[in-house]
């Protein structure tokens, strides 16, 4: 567990690690194989919200907002304001505008240049004349 900022909460929250999610999510999808029509969405996914305050201590108010309190959704925190990018692949940080730096990957630099074959310069020569 770790706390972030949470962009659809506008607060930090704490966000589940990969191993904690997995439990959540297995509980919260036992709410919908054991709940019944007739129950309040508190009494329906009881379970995940009992983990989720076990493991952070807050209450949430909202069981959904669990499933999207995942560390690996979010991105690196932002060079500028320090939140995190909404997403991995974030082209910019929604919460200030910073535009995030492009990596470019080193193959891109070592690619050899991969000659023509005789036969299409023939076609592109032939065309031409």
Known sequence: MKK??????????????EEEFAVATKLYRTGFATGTCNMT???RFKDVLDYYFEL???RPTECNSIMHHRIKQYGPPCEN???PYRTPKASFCAACGHKRPIKIPK???NTP???QKWWKK????NRAG
Not at 4 to 17: A, F, G, H, I, Q
Not at 122 to 125: D, E, N
Request: charged share 25%.
């Open 107 to 109: 193959t891109l630099y």
């Open 113 to 115: 240049q991969i000659k």
């Open 56 to 58: 952070t201590g807050v």
């Open 122 to 125: 023939l076609k592109i020569l």
């Open 4 to 17: 972030l900022w949470c962009w659809r909460c506008k607060t930090e929250v704490p966000m589940l690690n």
């Open 81 to 83: 304001c320090s939140k």
């Open 41 to 43: 969405r508190e009494e």
